[in-house]
């Protein structure tokens, strides 16, 4: 729940190649279905958890089938069942970004829409984890075109949807055709009879656990501006002039929306980056990177992009447009005000969004409090600008870099003060190390003249 204690990945028995991905990814704490399901996922338990969607689900499922499998057997050993085309899709690419910290995992999806040939391709291509639609699944089976002999893991995602449309017997099949001595991972938002029927037919003493929607505790402060749309973009930015936070998430409905709010802040000489979709990995990584280590004070994402993400301390977070589900809403507002800090959730609507306003009150059974724009005024001191700034050397792990090494190079070489250095994230190929902004410069010229661990290496700073 919002203002629980967040748990870290790392008190989980996970790799320590999977938690250094988990981090550069932006997972820094666990969602309250996370820590609730993991520990016993990851024991081989079967699990029923209520969680609705944007709990960080994906995540917590992905995790244990993933620490399950054996890369070197190029066999099925995992199968998630989904009720639509656009559910697997999304859960094929969290699973692939989850997985990169082993070698070689080979995801294939299907689903309908797309033609049988290149999905029966891939399957005799060999895979390691198979995420479907429950009919386009079956079909695949009777064709004898999916073998289950090696499953180890079967999960049910969105039971109670695939239900509703009517997949029941579907599902049955499939797990029917799935090895006895498996382990079953069902998640639903709700718990209608059909879930119980499931469940006693296809789960072995199962660990239920369930989270409930989060709501706005009273350590967000929550506050509503109704906004022309003309007026949406450029009031973001008078709501970073007159809160000041020191990091803020702002969320936008688009990629295109994104991009706008970003360069309108950039251009009023706010430290804001984006994160969509059409990000290439590297790209998304110095994002996050930057973000998370206190170099970047705006990061305007979409929800597809931002999924599992969860920055500690986050101080602000601003819906630039309102989203239509309500608890997307209330998991966009969970990012600030946890570990008993208090934060700031300010949401901008317009007119034709009134709707969402008012399933949103449902939802979190309070009235919206809503204020005046002309209450804000800019603080004094100018643009708040963040304290660290992000330095990126062209040297990661491949090169066997260690942030100790990176701290000795800075300090003991160079004569800076622990406390002038922030964070140091290393991945395969690069290192990126927060530095006061004051000194950044500085350093970047003194670590092209020096070296790192004996050998020259080339850095520079991040920039906008």
Not at 269 to 289: C, K, T, W
Request: charged share 25%; aromatic share 4%.
């Amino acid at each position: 729940m919002i203002g629980a204690m967040p748990q870290a990945f790392d008190t989980l028995s996970l790799s320590p190649a999977t938690l250094d991905n988990l981090r550069r990814l932006g997972y820094l704490e666990m969602t309250a279905i996370q820590a609730a399901s993991l520990p016993s996922a990851l024991l081989g338990k079967d699990l029923i958890a209520q969680a609705k969607t944007g709990s960080g689900k994906t995540a917590a499922f992905a995790l244990a089938l993933l620490a399950n499998l054996n890369p070197r057997r190029f066999a099925v050993q995992s199968l998630v069942l989904c009720p639509t085309r656009e559910l697997a899709d999304q859960v094929t690419t969290e699973i692939r970004r989850l997985a990169r910290a082993e070698e070689n995992i080979k995801v294939v999806t299907l689903s309908g829409g797309v033609p049988l040939r290149g999905q029966t391709t891939s399957l005799e291509n060999g895979a390691h984890v198979v995420v479907g639609t429950p009919g386009r699944v079956m079909d695949h089976l009777d064709r004898g075109n999916l073998q289950l002999d090696a499953l180890g893991t079967l999960v049910l995602d969105e039971a109670d949807r695939m239900l509703d449309m009517g997949f029941f017997d579907d599902i049955a099949k499939v797990a029917r055709l799935c090895p006895a001595q498996r382990q079953t991972l069902l998640f639903s938002a709700t718990y209608p009879e059909g879930i119980a029927k499931l469940a006693a037919q296809f789960l072995r003493d199962p660990v239920t656990v369930k989270v409930e929607a989060q709501h706005g505790g009273e350590q967000i402060e929550q506050r509503w501006y109704e906004v022309r749309d003309s007026e949406r973009l450029p009031t973001v930015g008078r709501l970073l002039d007159h809160f000041r936070p020191v990091s803020t998430l702002a969320f936008c409905n688009t990629k295109v929306r994104c991009r706008d709010l970003v360069e309108l802040l950039q251009a009023q000489g706010y430290s804001a980056l984006a994160l969509h979709g059409d990000l290439d990995q590297r790209d998304r990584d110095q994002v996050l990177v930057r973000f998370a280590n206190g170099s970047c004070s705006v990061l305007v994402a979409t929800d597809v992009a931002a999924r599992g993400l969860d920055v500690a301390g986050l101080a602000a977070v601003i819906n630039a447009d309102v989203t239509p589900d309500a608890e997307i809403h209330v998991h966009r507002i969970g990012r600030t005000g946890r570990a008993g800090e208090t934060g700031l959730a300010l949401s901008l609507a317009s007119l034709d969004e009134m709707g969402a306003v008012g399933r949103i009150e449902q939802l979190q059974g309070r009235e919206s409090k809503w204020h005046q724009l002309d209450e804000l005024t800019p603080a004094d001191g100018g643009r708040l600008l963040p304290a660290m700034a992000t330095v990126h050397i062209q040297a990661g792990r491949k090169d066997k870099i260690r942030p100790g090494d990176v701290l000795g190079a800075l300090t003991a070489d160079l004569g800076y003060t622990r406390e002038q250095v922030g964070k140091i994230d290393i991945n395969e190929f690069a290192t990126y190390v927060a530095v006061q902004r004051d000194i950044a410069g500085e350093v970047v010229a003194r670590l092209n003249q020096g070296r790192i661990k004996g050998r020259t290496v080339k850095a520079r700073l991040l920039k906008d």
